[in-house]
């Protein structure tokens, strides 16, 4: 069975450029959440979704970040303009409502900033 | 402000022993508590959980234990093998909150053939 997929695996940009990630949920999953790890916060929520409804997203950090569940199979982060300080992994997880403290990860995306 | 602290960036086990990892919350509404083991280039994957009316949990080589009143959880491996080297992050979720999760920063073992 296909996991939770998320592209690009990498992504290097210059600073003020917009950067588009995406992340495809595990069929028949109706949460997804995304988080962002970096060394010094560790992995943090930063939005999530049931039913492709966004529920809580006072994760994100300020309003260069935005999140959008088009449809059940498709999801987007985007940061415009992107900083150096966006450089970390980011994540995308997916769960059935009401289990997302055991949701299915993503390989994740390593974002770098220039 | 980090609620969930896990203040040991890394840990060095021999194979064999035991692995002690350890991790301490601030927020008393947590009361369900899990750890994720994490290895280079993949996403965490849940390992274990416990909810606060419990004190421990075991399965398998992995234990972990809770003490409310201390707002301090560990995670036992026993014995620790090398294939147990990973990142290994404490979380937390609040009673009715099970959607939002708050992580640790990590604690990276490493276990020594």
């Known amino acids: 069975d296909a996991g939770v997929i998320q592209s690009p695996r990498h992504e290097v940009t210059e600073m003020g450029q917009e950067v588009t990630l995406r992340c495809k949920p595990i069929s028949g999953h109706n949460s997804l959440f995304w988080y962002r790890q970096t060394m010094m916060r560790g992995l943090e929520l930063l939005i999530y979704f049931n039913n492709n409804v966004p529920i809580d997203d006072s994760g994100m950090p300020e309003d260069r970040f935005s999140a959008k569940m088009p449809n059940a199979s498709f999801s987007t982060l985007k940061i415009q303009p992107s900083e150096p300080r966006d450089s970390a992994v980011y994540f995308c997880?997916?769960?059935?409502?009401?289990?997302?403290?055991?949701?299915?990860f993503g390989q994740g995306t390593r974002l770098t900033v220039v | 402000d980090q609620q969930v602290k896990q203040n040991s960036p890394s840990l060095s086990v021999q194979e064999g022993r035991i692995s002690i990892l350890n991790c301490d919350y601030t927020?008393?509404?947590?009361?369900?508590f899990l750890w994720y083991k994490k290895y280079p280039a993949e996403g965490p994957t849940f390992l274990i959980s416990?909810?606060?009316?419990?004190d421990k949990n075991e399965d398998g080589r992995f234990t972990v234990f809770l003490n409310k009143s201390a707002k301090h959880l560990s995670l036992h491996i026993v014995p620790s093998q090398p294939g147990d080297s990973a990142v290994y992050f404490c979380a937390a979720s609040e009673m009715g909150g099970y959607q939002k999760v708050t992580f640790g920063i990590g604690t990276k073992l490493q276990v020594i053939p």
């Open positions: 997880a997916s769960s059935l409502i009401g289990a997302g403290q055991r949701a299915f």
């Open positions: 416990i909810s606060s009316i419990k």
């Open positions: 927020n008393s509404m947590f009361d369900y």
